[in-house]
T-cell receptor
């Protein structure tokens, strides 16, 4: 697609429920990232995929959070037993690492999914 | 602990004013990036600075990378309401972009 697409744009769920957030990256981008952003704050790293594998999941806050990217394209962020503190905007980004290396790399972001846990 | 400290955290100004926002660290970076995030949107890359002392201009925006490559500044001349947004600096730690907390700018008409 032309850009990174995230669905849904808004999600309201009850405390304790399970949610899935979807990210469709730019075609051909091998790197995919999930971030969480609270109001007025910068994006907080959650997990990084290179292809199908999670290369770095050190930002996941606890084992209620899990993400997959089974075919190396679309990714799903899954949150079990949601808590009110999980309310935030969840951003997805993708990137293509050029042969010249990281100096000319750019992260392309979707519009985010606003998750509200009530 | 934030590797990138951005200041000020909030800025509310009138159209036509000039402003500078800062991104500071005790670490040395091979490059720093500035992104702008408009309300309801994801961040969008504005510029990458690579060389110590480098100055880059993007219309009314001037970006500078510190000589020691530990800090950067963004100066906006004659701010307009369309400049409203969250300004984020970032570095690539390995293959992961890491962001500061941002400066939230509101420009009133």
């Amino acid at each position: 697609g032309a850009g990174v697409s995230q669905t849904p744009s808004n999600k309201v769920t009850e405390k304790g429920k399970y949610v899935e957030l979807r990210c469709d990256p730019i075609s051909g981008h091998t790197a995919l990232y999930w971030y969480r952003q609270s109001l007025g704050q910068g994006p907080e790293f959650l997990i990084y995929f290179q292809g199908t594998g999670a290369a770095d999941d050190s930002g996941l806050p606890n084992d209620r959070f899990f993400a997959v990217r089974p075919e190396g394209s679309v990714s799903t962020l899954k949150i079990q037993r949601t808590e009110r503190g999980d309310s935030a905007v969840y951003l997805c980004a993708s990137s293509l690492f050029l042969e010249r290396g990281l100096l000319n790399t750019e992260a392309f972001f979707g519009q985010g999914t606003r998750l509200t846990v009530v | 602990t934030q590797l990138l400290e951005q200041s000020p955290q909030f800025l509310s100004i009138q159209e036509g004013e000039n402003l500078t926002v800062y991104c500071n660290s005790s670490s040395v970076f091979s490059s720093l990036q500035w992104y702008r995030q408009e309300p309801g949107e994801g961040p969008v890359l504005l510029v990458t600075v690579v060389t110590g002392g480098e100055v880059k201009k993007l219309k009314r925006l001037t970006f500078q990378f510190g000589d020691a490559r530990k800090d950067s500044s963004l100066h906006i001349t004659a701010a307009q309401p369309g400049d409203t947004g969250l300004y984020l600096c970032a570095f690539w730690g390995g293959y992961i972009p890491t962001f500061g907390r941002g400066t939230s700018l509101i420009v009133h008409p």
